[in-house]
């Protein structure tokens, strides 16, 4: 005649600091096969925190092991590291119904990874910056003015979430001319093996020379970037 395996409820404890919310408690059958689908019976622990209470009815005759499985990593697979057995010292014990006077503790499991949102490798998330400047400047004695600095700066910046951000700027001066390249654009990039791809949501651009309005220009656009 079937019985419980425990009147009244057995306390199920989880490892220090874990929880045993969601826990599949399994009363194993076992054979030589495995566990007898057909006398196995299973129960879900629906309580929070760090203990419950719980039975599990509509057992048969017999011995079983009793088998605890928290899916850890989220993967809905049954794995061997997610496991805890009933046994003193971790030794499997077999439980004949009804039982009682005992605490099914949890083995710790281990967590799933955290999942990360980066469509780029995480050494290439942070500022990168290239830069030069002319050490030779030029100097109107008439006026004692400077001429505005010759030299260039390209940064990009990529953020872990896969989004980036690339301003440049060259500028060139020659006696009392100057001209100037501005470009900005931001979007998105990814990694296809050694080639790392941009893809611009804006991009902006603008030309200026101080001698030449001809030269002055401004537009937006947008297009696809290919970096090794």
């Given at each position: 005649?079937?019985?419980s395996v425990i009147p009244p409820a057995l306390p199920v404890v989880a490892?220090?600091?874990?929880?045993?919310?969601?826990?599949?408690?399994?009363?194993?059958?076992?054979t030589d096969?495995?566990?007898?689908e057909a006398l196995t019976r299973t129960v879900t622990i629906s309580g929070t925190g760090a203990s419950a209470?719980?039975?599990?009815?509509?057992?048969?005759?017999?011995?079983?092991l009793l088998i605890a499985w928290q899916d850890g990593n989220g993967n809905g697979d049954m794995e061997e590291a997610e496991l805890s057995i009933f046994g003193p010292g971790g030794e499997p014990t077999l439980l004949?119904?009804?039982?009682?006077?005992?605490?099914?503790?949890l083995n710790a499991v281990p967590a799933a990874a955290a999942p990360t949102s980066s469509a780029i490798p995480a050494a290439i998330t942070g500022g990168w910056f290239q830069g030069s400047s002319s050490p030779m400047h030029y100097y109107d004695p008439s006026n004692g003015a400077?001429?505005?600095?010759?030299?260039?700066?390209?940064?990009?910046?990529?953020?872990p979430d896969g989004s980036y951000e690339y301003s440049g700027i060259l500028q060139s001066s020659t006696?009392?001319?100057t001209?100037?390249?501005?470009?900005?654009?931001?979007?998105?990039?990814?990694?296809?093996?050694?080639?790392?791809?941009?893809?611009?949501?804006?991009?902006?651009?603008?030309s200026q020379d101080s001698c030449n309005v001809g030269f002055d220009n401004a537009f937006t656009q947008r297009n696809t970037k290919f970096m090794t």
């Open positions: 005649m079937p019985s490892w220090a600091g874990g929880s045993v919310v969601g826990a599949l408690i399994i009363a194993c059958f076992p096969a495995g566990c007898d209470l719980f039975n599990i009815e509509g057992l048969a005759d017999g011995s079983y004949t119904p009804p039982t009682g006077g005992i605490t099914f503790t400077w001429a505005p600095p010759t030299g260039s700066g390209f940064r990009y910046t990529f953020a006696f009392g001319c001209s100037t390249l501005f470009s900005y654009h931001r979007g998105s990039a990814a990694v296809n093996g050694q080639v790392l791809m941009l893809v611009p949501e804006s991009e902006m651009f603008r």
